[in-house]
Each structure stands twice: as C-alpha cells, then as structure tokens.
C-alpha cells in the first residue's frame, strides 16, 4: 500500500494506537474508520483513552523516521533550536549542520524525511482529533464530558494547524496580509469527507481563521462543561499533558502574536497566565522535567514509558545519555555573557565567571578548542585542564545530578528524572506568557511602561534577578524584551521561529568574532546581502502530500543525494 497522508489520515487511529508502549492506559484497537472503530467512541470513558492516546504520541518514538523523531521534542530541537541564533551542539556540527544551518537541499527537498516528519507528525494529531469532534456526541456519557472531550479535540486541532503554518508559511510580515499560502485544512475525518480528500492549500489568513474557530469553540465548550482536566483524569501527576482552557488560551496567545494581532495575544495571554504562578528560584534549579507552578501545557514522560535513546532528554539534560559521554549543549557566548551576574538563568550554564581565573590572566580562547566536535571543549593544555577542574566544581555546587561537563558554555537547565532520556517537557509556561505580554503592550502603545512592568514582573519580582530594572525604551525596549525572551526560553524550541516572525537574522559569531560557534555552524543566516531567504525561513510542502492530493499544483523538488546525506546525519 503506498504510505500517503490520506492513509495516515484513514488509519489515524489505527496508527497511533499501534505504537509500543509499557502503559496499561495505552490503547491498541481497531481504526476510527472500521465498523469496529466505533466502539472507541461509544462511551466518553472511552474517548478519554483517546485523548491520552493524542497526548501520548507528543512523546512517542515515531519509528518510520528513526531515533530522533520523538513529537513534541523533535519540534523542539531540530526545528526550533538547531537552526536558531542561540541553541550550539558542537560535537554534532559537522555532521548536523545542514539541518543547523537550514540549507536549501534539506529545507527545500520535498522527499526529505526532515521535511516531510511535522507534517506527518501533525496532520497524525489533527485526523484523530478529527474522529473526536465529529463523533464524541453519539458515545454515551455526560453532556459535560462530551462538551470537555470535544474542547479537547479542537484544541489538539488548532494547536497542529499552527504549528503547521509555522514552518511551512511564510512569516505573516511577508505573507500580504495573509494572502500567501496556508496549509491543508482537513477538518473532517476521511470516511466522511469522500472526494474532499484531495483538498487545496489554504491562504495563511484562513489557515489563522481556522485556527481561532476552533480555539473559540473550544473555549466555549470547556465553558458550557463546568469542568477541567484534573476533574476527569485519572493520574493527577499526568494531567500536564492534557489541554484545557489555560491551554486553548495560550495557544490563542502565541498564534496571534506570531499573526501580529497583539491585542488578541495580549488579552489571552493574560487569560493563560491567570493561574500558573512563576516558579521560584529553587524550582527553576530544579531541571525542567517535572511540571512546576508555572507549567501550562507540557508532554509527560516516567520511567514506566520510556522511549529510550529516542527521548528528548537524551541530548538536552545535564545529567542525560549524551553529558555522561561527556558532549554538552551550550548557549550563544554572546546572549549569555550579555547579562548580570545576579542573574539565576545565567547560573544554569558555564560562562566564564565559573571557568576561567579570577585574576583575568588566561582568556576563552587560551582554554578551549575552536575547531570541529572539540569547539568550547576545555583542552588538554594545563590552562584548560584547569579551567575544566574550575568549571565542574561549580557544576556538582549547582545541579547536583549533573555529570561532568566537558564544554565551556554548556548547559544546566535540564535534566532527566531517569536514565537515559527520561523527563517531562514544557509546553507553554507562565513565563512565555509574560512575555508575550510585554511584547503586545511595546506595540499597543507609545507608553513604555506596561511593557517594562512585564519585564519587572518576569525579572525581578520573581527573584530571577533582584537587582533588574527597565528604563528603556522605544527599539532599544524591544531589544530588551528580545534579550530576555531569548534567555528564559533557550533550549524549549523558540529560536527559530522567534528569528521568523520577528524578521531578525540568525547571526553565530565565530571565535574570531567573540563568539563560541565553530566554522560549521557560523555566519549571517536568512538574509543574504540584506535579502530575505525565503529557503531558510519556509520548509516546502513534502511530495508525500502533493504526489497524492490533485487539488495540489508544485513542482516536487528532490535532491538525489539527500538519503545519503541523511543517513549520516544520525550520528
């Protein structure tokens, strides 16, 4: 049978209950499309089975497309960070750096399985979430539940159809007013739709529009439903990866923002926000992986559904599989070293306060590598050894799970519950929400004080640095709400798309220009002698979707040699 969307559309469910998995929860049933099938929604008891299917799969080893295809946090690292300004992965530039670098034979190869894996992934959620909304009214069950159930469905929806846009869109600065091309808007579940299977691009404006429909209805519906997710699941320590109202308004937030209607993201960012705390400055030592005050939305992961090596943490936790190898994330050298010591976010990594004399007698240059997998690796000189010895006291005084770390810059944030990528990962935080606030209010008025407030508020009355204050304004203020978000969120995925919306360059400057970033990986990215590069910034629509859908005219690019590349890419 040939592997096309529709297919993935018709056994949606089929597929997505038919993964591995070590939870007594995890379904494995007939497809939403048999007969059979319509037994899964003939209770809400049910349906809420699905759902946590849905939830599952954010976090879930998609094994077509090999180890480093996991949901939520493949989106995270490969699409949000890899290509970005702030996210360094020296030991994995040489091999990874068309992907990091975003080149056209990667971005722009309709047969690549990078380009083809968030469309796969995504259109996954939306034809289950189809199968929800279009038949949780027939199940048996409470009004309340199935209004609940429904809200969920469409919040899973509205949630991938933006994300989609994201990457395959251009940015909505560049888009006419929304004129360019959307997505596919599969709103309807395959058995039912018959020839409208084979279904245009939208514009980008109806890809939004359809977006806030379905956050609207969902919104109304956990209205009218009285409930919320800790009043209908089971397993109070898994409800983070379950959405609700909270949820469809920050959702609601960040689409608009990326759509540049700040008043909408500012109204419900606020509405997100309303009641996820900031964490305190303990939690935010604490590693990222388990669900803090703050956490809105997130994917869970234990011990007991394990996805092995093909789990987030893997790469990203100081105390993961790749730290114990002694191979590190670092952050930019340029943003991190760009903030106070009193600081607590720049504590969370090894900047050279932690690693380099006191007395100023030995420079960055004089302790590291600067070429290859051994960029920002302390070396084996007396000074680098030194300054190596220097940094990993500070690491077991700071995070005290952390292996030793072997690379200047590297990362402390996150780390895994247990070994050898196990942890939950944040979704939409408080945190986020703040600043998009501060954001919408920088562009809603000429007064400069709610947007600075927002700023006070995320950084100093948090206690994540006492000593801020924010006096500045106009594009110096903007800059400033930049700085920040790019330190908060570093490492869950905003990198890239941040760059995108905001029309900003990738810029990595090389040890040669003070920064920390190896000759694979550095340079001016997205603009070429001031020119957009669309290539960058757009991924093309996979051939898996226009080989198989007649309502789409493209010519399907394919680079020969990218299968090749790929494979030694998986490193």
């Known amino acids: 049978m040939k592997y096309t969307f529709k297919n993935v559309m018709i056994l949606g469910l089929g597929c997505l209950l038919g993964f591995t998995s070590c939870s007594d929860s995890w379904l494995n049933t007939d497809s939403t499309q048999t007969a059979e099938g319509d037994v899964i929604f003939s209770t809400t008891d049910n349906a809420k089975l699905v759902i946590n299917g849905i939830c599952r799969t954010m976090v879930q080893q998609h094994a077509y497309y090999g180890q480093n295809f996991n949901g939520e946090g493949t989106m995270k690292l490969l699409y949000g960070e890899y290509p970005g300004q702030d996210f360094n992965f020296p030991y994995m530039a040489p091999g990874w750096s068309p992907l990091m670098n975003n080149q056209s034979t990667i971005t722009q190869s309709s047969s690549s399985i990078y380009d083809s894996y968030p469309w796969y992934y995504y259109y996954l959620i939306i034809g289950n979430a189809n199968a929800v909304i279009n038949r949780i009214d027939k199940a048996e069950g409470s009004q309340e539940e199935k209004d609940f159930l429904k809200a969920e469905a469409l919040t899973f929806r509205a949630y991938s159809f933006f994300r989609l846009a994201e990457l395959y869109c251009e940015p909505w600065a560049r888009s006419n007013d929304g004129a360019t091309d959307g997505v596919v808007l599969r709103i309807k579940e ?22 806030y429909d379905d956050l609207d209805e969902a919104l109304r519906l956990y209205e009218v439903s009285g409930l ?14 379950f959405p609700d109202a909270p949820v469809a308004h920050a ?13 909408v993201a500012k109204e419900h960012a606020a509405l997100a926000r309303a009641n ?54 670092c952050i930019n050298r340029d943003l991190v070293e760009s903030f106070a010591d009193s600081d607590i976010r720049k504590g969370l990594f090894l900047t050279e306060s932690t690693f380099l004399p006191e007395d100023g007698s030995k420079t960055f240059l ?33 995070v005290a799970s952390a292996t030793s770390q ?42 400069p004080t709610a947007a600075q407030n927002s700023l006070v508020e995320l950084n100093k009355n948090s206690g994540r640095d006492p000593q801020y204050t924010c006096t500045v304004t106009g594009e110096d203020l903007l800059k400033e709400i930049k700085k920040y978000r790019r330190l908060e969120l570093w490492g869950e995925g905003f ?20 920064g920390n970033y190896s000759s694979y990986i550095s340079g001016t990215f997205g603009f070429k002698d001031g020119n957009y590069v669309s290539e960058f910034w757009k991924w093309i629509l996979p051939n898996r979707e226009s080989d198989y859908n007649s309502a789409i005219e493209m010519k399907s690019v394919s680079y020969t040699h990218l299968r090749a590349h790929e494979t030694s890419l998986h490193l």
């Open 366 to 398: 004089e302790v590291v590598g600067t070429e290859s997998r051994n960029a920002n690796k302390f070396n084996n000189t007396a000074e680098g050894q030194a300054a190596s010895t220097k940094a990993n006291k500070y690491v077991k005084e700071t």
């Open 406 to 447: 072997a690379y200047a810059y590297a990362s402390l944030k996150f780390q895994a519950t247990a070994q050898p990528a196990v942890g939950c990962q944040p979704i939409f935080r408080a945190s986020e929400m703040l600043l998009i606030e501060a954001e919408a209010n920088y562009y809603l008025s000429s007064d």
């Open 276 to 329: 996820f705390p900031l964490m305190d400055t303990n939690t935010y030592y604490s590693g990222f992986c388990t669900p803090s005050s703050e956490w809105i939305w997130g994917v869970y992961n234990d011990a007991s559904e394990t996805i092995w090596y093909y789990g987030w943490q893997l790469f990203m936790a100081c105390n993961g599989y790749y730290a114990q190898q002694n191979i590190n994330v």
């Open 190 to 211: 395959v058995a039912e739709a018959g020839e409208e299977t084979d279904l245009k691009l939208s514009t980008l404006a109806e890809t939004y529009k359809q977006v």
């Open 228 to 241: 919320t997710r800790d009043d209908i699941y089971w397993d109070a320590t898994s409800n983070i990866s």
């Open 495 to 514: 990198s890239w798309y941040d760059c995108k919306r905001w029309g900003d360059p990738v810029v990595r400057n090389s040890f040669k220009e003070g």
């Open 251 to 263: 959702i609601y937030a960040r689409a608009a923002l990326t759509r540049q209607d700040y008043a």
